[in-house]
């Protein structure tokens, strides 16, 4: 444990943080308090620690850390020119980033910030709580959002910070500590959370879920660059006890049709515990919707300029791994969650802007949609007035009889690295509202749900050696999507720790939890297309160069990770 004095980078983290608009802050503030206190200064401090969470799930930030960085995201240089940046998404899927990443700092910066706000926000709500009960609230999930941050910082770092004062020492806690501490917040928190103020603030059910996931993931925190994990049957008996505390609220459910939980008006989903508030109003950002989709893809008739950005596709790898579960049935008969066909070309190939919905999943070969004669020009019309469908023109190509055909192969070769290849991801709902596919994002950018609930349940129970039990959560979960039933997902009838980590693919793609699930499931050294690095101290990134070149004046201020020279 090092003991580390703080306060000039925060204050300096605090004086350039501060950057959400007025109006967004205000919007989230009437969001979060709904009128209830009669204290602007408790609602104006609560307010600036969510605000940053849409901010920090951009695609270049934990996006890019947490998939980009595995076997199931790949980003080559889309035609040699697009996406190269330097070849900082080359480098974190090779895991040979350094400590002048880009994606790296931007997302230390953001997290850092996160958490100076809530610091504050502790501050000056702690006295006001003494009194005022709806004030006790609101320290409670302010506390618990610190928490939260915290177990960010040590997944991605290995460090939490910990600070309860802005003008005092602090301390940067590792392994053990930094467990403990993350656990006794939560744990002194939950008893003041509400639970019907969800999902985009921290519940009951959210500290909860949260505790699970700590304790999964206890072994791995405690001991980053171990051989193997050492995964105690006391924090697996406390994974189950604290999915067991979610379930009985008796509050969440799991969706019956899966990219429900995706869906422009997914905050009323019950099976959401734990999201960022995405909707309009609070000027969230459609993202995970354009990044992988083509240039030459539009989301929505009524908006001629919001089209994709030609970014990630998923590795052949993951690709098949879904074939090789469902054998000789194609992914997207088998299985609902792969795909979602609900774009209807008709025989005439014309569509009404009302009736026009997006298909949902992993895109693969030909597409199909919107007609226009260049990128971002006015979309083409029938006689009757409906928008033409029909083989996307792919217009970053010269060929007269180049369209939007996406391959399986992908890679970082010039082949490879073509505008098609690579199948492509639409999970969230493409937003309504967005005028150019990346701003006013509708949809709640998922953190927990229930459906990880009974996974993380059944990763304790068979880590403890309850195959039987753990097969029995894997299956509820797979048989509970019954909106498609002819792609209700058919039950498993075995469960070893290989089925269940290539379940967690299968359920939660493009969530922001591949590369914490490769490091406790002992993958991420492994080799997948363009990648066969296997340092075991990639499993930390590294600490940015300019955080440890700010803090220079102050020696042991910070430590850079293993395996990284300053």
Known sequence: MKRIKIATLLLLILMAGWSCTDLNEKILDESLSGGALETDLVKNSVAPAYALLPDFFLHTKYFAL???????????????????????????????????HRNVQQSWEGLTKMISRTVTAINVITPIAESNAEAAVYLAEVR?????????????????????????????????AAVNYIKSELEAVVGDLKTDVGPGRLTKGAAYGLLARLHLNAAVWRSPYATSFNFT???????????????????????????????????????????????PDLNGHNRMSYFSMSGSFYGNPLYPNGNGTDGPGITPDFYQSWVQANGSVDPAEADCRFFWERLSVNEDMAITAADFELNLGIYRGVQYGLQNTGNKTPFLLA??????LGEI????????????????????????SDYNTGYRVLKYEWSKASTD??????????ILRLADIYMMRAEAKLRKGDAAGALAEVNAVRASRTARPA????????????????ERGFEFYWEHQRRTDMIRFGKYEGTWTEKTNSDVKKRLFPIPQSAIDGASAVEGFLIQNDGYSN
């Open 393 to 416: 023109r792919d217009w970053r190509r010269a060929e007269e009889d180049a369209y939007v055909d996406y391959t399986e192969a992908i890679d970082f070769t010039a082949e490879g």
């Open 233 to 279: 049957t006391e924090d697996m008996s406390k994974v189950v006890e604290y999915c067991n505390l979610v379930q009985g609220l008796g509050q969440y459910e799991l969706s019956a049709e899966y990219f429900a939980n995706f869906a422009n008006d997914n905050h009323d989903n019950k099976e959401l515990i734990f999201a960022v508030d995405q909707r």
């Open 66 to 100: 947490q998939q980009i960085s595995t076997d199931e995201a790949i980003l080559p240089y889309r035609g040699g020119r697009d996406w190269g940046d330097n070849g900082i998404y080359l480098e974190l899927h090779q895991h040979t980033y350094t400590p002048s």
């Open 144 to 176: 618990g959002l610190r928490a939260y941050y915290n177990m960010i910082a040590l997944d991605l770092w290995g460090l939490a910070f910990k600070k309860d004062d802005a003008n005092v020492v602090s301390e940067i806690l590792r392994g053990e």
């Open 383 to 388: 006689q009757d007035g409906r928008y033409l």
């Open 437 to 446: 596919g990346r701003n006013r994002g509708e949809a709640d950018l998922v």
């Open 487 to 502: 792609q209700t997902p058919a039950a498993l009838s075995e469960m070893t720790l290989d089925i269940l980590y290539r």
